[in-house]
């Protein structure tokens, strides 16, 4: 993001220049600072402010401070670096959870809303037509799905979910018109879940895909939400791919419980009593 700010000052007008050069020296404070305090340092007005970061490529101030603070919490030490065999616990519980936080970040920068609009847009409908949830994934995957069908069902959302491939491409065949499925898939080369794809987008179901860009899976549904973190395979590599499908799958659930709205809450107060009264008695 950096780099390409300093490739434009050229072509920006002196005063937008002023800002580039405000954001080049000190990217962390820029983005912490209110459009007053950034105009004043870079002499210009606030309204030059904001058409500096439109100029740049972004819809404007709260847009462009939002990536900015993104890209530079990446820059954390040992982002990047795998696990070594001789890291001291210390170094690991670094490296993992920044991992993990670069692959967030990362991915509140770069997703598509309008992907996942469309994909709540459709699982609401579903819901509210009384028809059928299901969620696919293998291995990790699989877990994921799992999960997937606790939050859903949490909020009063009949799910099911399926990790055994056999299940899945059964389950594909009933799913028919006003039916969703999510399918989950880091690597999208599952030759199960690319069956179970296509049989659903086949009898008109709608298919929702968590895969990277570019992988098989991707182009196999209706709705792709790309998920693009390269997983690692030596013995000492986190699963951090696993992590960003259940925050994928975390906002999709927040989604749908919003458009559902306030008949959601009395149900989740019950819920709530009921648990803990079978907790504690």
């Known amino acids: ?25 000190d990217p962390r404070g820029f983005a912490a600072q209110p459009v ?32 900015l603070a993104g890209t530079v919490a990446e820059g954390v030490p040992f982002i990047h670096r795998s696990v070594d065999s001789d890291d001291k ?23 598509t809303t309008v ?12 819901y509210q037509t009384g028809r059928r949830i299901e969620f696919f994934g293998v291995g990790n995957s699989g877990i994921v799905a799992q999960d997937a069908q606790h ?13 055994d491939g056999h299940m899945q491409v059964m389950s594909a065949t009933m799913l028919g018109p006003g039916d969703c499925v999510v399918i989950i898939s880091n690597s999208g ?14 009898n008109g179901a709608t298919t929702i895909v968590i895969t990277a860009s570019g992988s098989p899976l991707a182009s196999a549904g209706h709705i792709h939400l790309a998920a693009d973190h390269p997983e690692g395979y030596d013995r000492y590599s986190p699963m ?39 907790r504690y008695a």
């Not at 050229?10 to 005063?15: D, E, H, I, K």
């Not at 170094?91 to 997703?111: G, I, Q, S, T, W």
């Not at 599952?190 to 086949?202: E, F, G």
């Open 151 to 163: 939050k859903f069902f949490r909020l009063g959302v009949t799910a099911i979910a399926y990790s």
């Open 89 to 111: 616990t210390s170094d690991v519980l670094v490296k993992v959870v920044d991992n993990a936080v670069a692959a967030f970040l990362r991915y509140r920068n770069e997703a």
């Open 189 to 202: 080369r599952t030759r199960d879940l690319m069956d179970a794809a296509d049989i659903a987008r086949k």
């Open 36 to 67: 007053a305090e950034l105009a004043d340092q870079a002499h210009v007005s606030k309204p030059t402010v904001v058409r500096f970061c439109r100029s740049v490529g972004y819809d404007g101030l709260s847009d462009f401070k939002r990536k």
């Open 1 to 25: 993001m950096l780099e390409r700010i300093q490739a434009c000052l050229p072509s920006l007008a002196p005063a937008e220049q002023r800002v580039g050069r405000l954001v080049l020296a």
């Open 115 to 126: 992907a996942l609009e469309r994909a709540a847009e459709a699982l609401a409908a579903t």
């Open 240 to 278: 951090v791919s696993r992590l960003l499908h259940l925050l994928i799958v975390d906002v999709l659930a927040t989604c749908v419980a919003l458009r559902i709205g306030s008949p959601l809450q009395p149900l989740l107060k019950q819920m709530k009593n009921n648990l803990r009264n079978k």
